[in-house]
């Protein structure tokens, strides 16, 4: 295992990025930030100025070239993708891109090719992948799926008479995400992203959580969308495996924003907003799981932990808000959406000390789905996986 960290050049420095990516590469032991790369002299200022990045540039190019860069950090708009990723795969660099992969399937399918032809390592910010919550629930879930464990009170009405049925023990999935639109960015509401809105930029979260639990191949898609802030949309794969996705932007951040049920061959594994990790019917697994805050303000209030002691201290939090006149204070105490990790996790892939975190083949499964779906909207129809 090499203790020496990985020289990341980000590129692409906006919101995203100098929250999360620039400053947990800056933080973990297993990276430096070497170059940052961005069009806005404000963003580099505070790429070095704040979080240390030891080099700055306006010119991608000199960021990819530098043989200092090891890694290549992608946190540009979809537009930008494929000439960068084409200028990575040139040098052989891995790749971290963020999500989605991209606008378009044909941009989609163009990178999944030249990823392929160059066989860097790649991995897709599907961040939650990398939450400690998901982790666990994933391993419990997956492996009850693929030996499962008689529970010794499953009530059994019909006993030795109950007959064969199809479907049994197959999974299925519900997802529900509660999200609040005036949050949202400003590109994500102007005309030019109208087509496809958050059915592709937050959606394809949810559809890759829902092939990876399910280990699947979906089939085929239906969906209905109100506007473009609520949708509901349902997933059948090959195998008999069903999913739900309800993504409502017409909520509240008062409330947790995700809820994940995974159910099949007699049990339940549940993850509250990725605070705790519950089980039913699955003997020797924990009922109850919790999980580390990050950035709390308010550690003597909710000391219970889990979803419980979240609620108290966003309620702390939502009242210190409204008493300052700063909306920005409600959020403290969030859950870890496992974004250090991920960088961290694509480290170890690289040095092939850790598994694949979320290839460019994971990407793309998780995109087509959210292109169905989008299509299923608006042609008020089921629309199947071959379609796109």
Not at 93 to 107: F, G
Request: net charge negative.
């Amino acid at each position: 295992m090499s203790d020496t960290p990985m020289n990341f050049a980000v590129i692409g420095c906006g919101m995203l990025a100098r929250m999360m990516h620039v400053p947990n590469i800056a933080a973990s032991p297993k990276t430096v930030l070497h170059t940052c790369c961005d069009l806005s002299d404000d963003a580099l200022a505070e790429c070095k100025d704040m979080h240390g990045a030891l080099h700055i540039t306006k010119d991608y190019h000199t960021a990819i070239d530098d043989p200092d860069v090891e890694a290549i950090c992608i946190a540009t708009t979809e537009k930008m993708r494929i000439p960068l990723i084409e200028a990575a795969a040139k040098v052989g660099k891995p790749v971290y891109c963020e999500k989605p992969l991209a606008r378009t399937l044909e941009e989609m399918y163009e990178i999944r090719k030249i990823v392929h032809e160059s066989n860097i390592p790649f991995c897709v910010g599907h961040n939650r992948r990398s939450s400690p919550a998901m982790i666990e629930a994933h391993r419990i879930f997956r492996r009850h799926m693929d030996t499962p464990q008689p529970c010794p009170w499953r009530y059994d009405r019909e006993g030795a008479n109950r007959p064969p049925i199809e479907g049994d023990g197959v999974a299925g999935m519900s997802v529900r995400i509660n999200d609040d639109w005036y949050s949202w960015k400003a590109w994500g509401m102007c005309a030019e992203t109208a087509d496809y809105g958050a059915m592709l930029f937050e959606m394809t979260h949810f559809t890759d959580l829902c092939n990876w639990f399910l280990a699947g191949e979906p089939e085929e898609v239906v969906a209905l969308e109100s506007g473009r802030l609520n949708h509901g949309v349902v997933i059948r794969y090959r195998g008999g495996e069903i999913a739900t996705i309800l993504m409502v932007g017409n909520g509240t951040f008062g409330y947790p924003k995700e809820l994940y049920e995974m159910f099949g061959q007699g049990a339940a594994v549940v993850v509250d907003h990725m605070l705790e990790v519950r089980t039913a019917g699955i003997e020797g697994a924990p009922d109850r799981i919790t999980y580390p805050m990050l950035k709390d303000r308010h550690p003597k209030i909710g000391t219970e932990g889990g979803l419980p002691g979240w609620l108290a201290k966003k309620r702390a939090a939502c009242k210190e808000a409204a008493d300052a006149g700063d909306s920005s204070l409600i959020f403290t105490a969030e859950p870890d959406k496992g974004h250090a990790h991920a960088i961290d996790r694509f480290v170890d892939e690289i040095r092939g000390e850790g598994p694949v975190v979320c290839s460019v083949d994971d990407a793309v499964a998780a995109t087509r789905v959210a292109f169905a779906a989008i299509r299923a909207a608006k042609e008020h129809r089921a629309v199947k996986l071959d379609e796109v």
